[in-house]
């Protein structure tokens, strides 16, 4: 079937939303939907004129066990999660969508680093930079705006503020987001206007804390987390923490 | 139900993880969603599954909701809709099947369907809006399979077994009644 005709694929939207395709020609559709940005438009045209019938549809309030099902399969709750490392994978997936941004700048520095650290530093470590751990992290839009780094033996972390960040008087908590278990906090960042940076005192050496640590994220807190405990919300920056070496 | 932009925000923090956020946009909305499917699948438990499945897709797809493109009501309608489609057609290719096995003097049973008359709800639907012009000015017959195949999520031999008529006459019908009510919302602007 040839889904480049308009006037096809704009019959075939209609039925698709009014629920009238079916069958191995409803998948078909599927499929083409998937790829095809036209499809895509003219089902959304369709959704918005159709999806104005439902509001005569009386609502029926769903028994609690709906939201509760639907709470369960989401994660498990953070206490059975710290048990149960599966867990935090599905924990994880928000962060998931930060990765294409931190692999960018990662790389980003890596060809130019006179970038991130000043000139004098590079020339006095002639061709390469000292062994350092460095995090870069991205916002919901995949805006870079920290970037961590702390030298390998180092017990202090920099972080430079590429992008302001609001936390609207909450704390900015650093977290480790380790290969296996659960997330640790790492300390507070005190705010700070681009493109200015901030350090704060690492409880050991960078190596020991991060050596295992693929990930780095930042929730808004009430007060700084105390070990042992986890993040209350979502987070609000994460990226990849990775060696440079 | 909770106003376009507060939805749109709180699906755009969802999409980052927010379960907070994404649990105000369940609260809002999940009345509303689940008369949705409980029309098309006038059986609770069934209702009740599609609904499930389809907040934990909203959970993993908040991502891909656009604000510029749709209102956040009806891309969570569109979701429902379509999962509430898949039990309905996975739902009577079972009964076909227990059918086939148990009921060997072809009789078929009935169940009794109290749902409100999709044609009233259409109209309802339509009241104050300027769909409602749109919808009057297609004859009864397009109108009726229309209403038929969007709240009941009835196929179109189905609609033709409900309106007693020809199947490629109810095909007919709902294609171009699809494209009259089109084309008049486009002339209304």
């Given at each position: 079937m040839n889904y480049d005709q308009p006037e096809l694929l704009d019959?075939?939207?209609?039925?698709?939303?009014?629920?009238?395709?079916?069958?191995?020609?409803?998948?078909?559709?599927?499929?083409?939907?998937?790829?095809?940005?036209?499809?895509?438009?003219?089902?959304?045209a369709w959704e918005d004129r159709l999806g104005r019938l439902a509001s005569s549809v009386a609502p029926v309030k769903p028994p609690?066990?709906?939201?509760?099902?639907?709470?369960?399969?989401?994660?498990?709750?953070?206490?059975?999660?710290?048990?149960?490392?599966?867990?935090?994978?599905?924990?994880?997936?928000p962060v998931a969508g930060f990765a294409f941004g931190a692999v960018l700048t990662v790389g980003l520095v890596l060809n130019d680093p006179s970038r991130f650290v000043s000139v004098d530093e590079v020339a006095q470590s002639k061709q390469a930079l000292p062994q350092s751990y460095v995090g870069l992290l991205v916002n919901e839009a995949g805006e870079p705006t920290l970037l961590a780094s702390s030298t390998r033996q180092g017990r202090r972390l920099t972080v430079k503020f590429?992008?302001?960040?609001?936390?609207?008087?909450?704390?900015?908590?650093?977290?480790?987001?380790?290969?296996?278990?659960?997330?640790?906090?790492?300390?507070?960042?005190?705010?700070?206007?681009?493109?200015?940076?901030?350090?704060?005192?690492?409880?050991?050496?960078?190596?020991?804390?991060?050596?295992?640590?693929?990930?780095?994220?930042?929730?808004?807190?009430d007060a700084p987390a105390a070990p042992g405990t986890l993040p209350s919300g979502s987070f609000v920056l994460a990226g990849h923490c990775v060696k440079l070496w | 139900m909770a106003d376009s932009a507060s939805l749109q925000q709180d699906l755009s923090r969802a999409a980052l993880g927010d379960r907070?956020?994404?649990?105000?946009?369940?609260r809002a909305t999940s009345a509303h969603l689940f008369g949705v499917a409980l029309r098309i699948l006038n059986r609770r438990d069934l209702a009740e599954d599609a609904l499930q499945e389809a907040f934990v897709n909203v959970w993993h797809n908040a991502g891909s909701y656009q604000a510029a493109a749709s209102q956040p009501m009806t891309w969570l309608i569109a979701i429902v809709r379509n999962k509430a489609l898949d039990y309905l057609r996975a739902a009577q290719r079972h009964a076909a099947d227990s059918l086939d096995e148990v009921d060997e003097d072809g009789s078929t049973i009935e169940v009794a369907d109290e749902r409100p008359n999709p044609m009233q709800l259409l109209m309802q639907a339509t009241d104050g809006l300027r769909i409602r012009g749109c919808m009057e000015k297609l004859d009864a017959s397009h109108r009726q399979s229309l209403a038929l195949a969007y709240y009941h999520g009835l196929s179109h031999s189905e609609v033709a077994e409900q309106m007693r008529a020809p199947l490629g006459s109810v095909k007919a019908w709902v294609r171009r009644g699809l494209e009259r009510l089109k084309k008049c919302l486009e002339a209304a602007g």
């Open positions: 019959k075939l939207a209609a039925e698709y939303v009014l629920g009238t395709l079916r069958g191995r020609a409803r998948r078909r559709f599927e499929q083409v939907l998937s790829t095809h940005q036209a499809a895509q438009s003219a089902v959304q609690d066990r709906v939201w509760a099902a639907i709470d369960a399969k989401l994660r498990p709750t953070p206490r059975a999660s710290a048990k149960k490392r599966a867990g935090w994978l599905d924990w994880l997936k590429l992008r302001p960040v609001d936390a609207g008087g909450k704390v900015l908590q650093l977290w480790a987001l380790p290969k296996e278990g659960a997330p640790f906090p790492v300390g507070v960042v005190t705010p700070a206007k681009p493109p200015a940076s901030t350090t704060l005192e690492l409880r050991d050496t960078s190596e020991k804390l991060f050596s295992n640590v693929p990930r780095l994220a930042v929730s808004f807190e | 907070a956020a994404f649990e105000r946009v369940y």
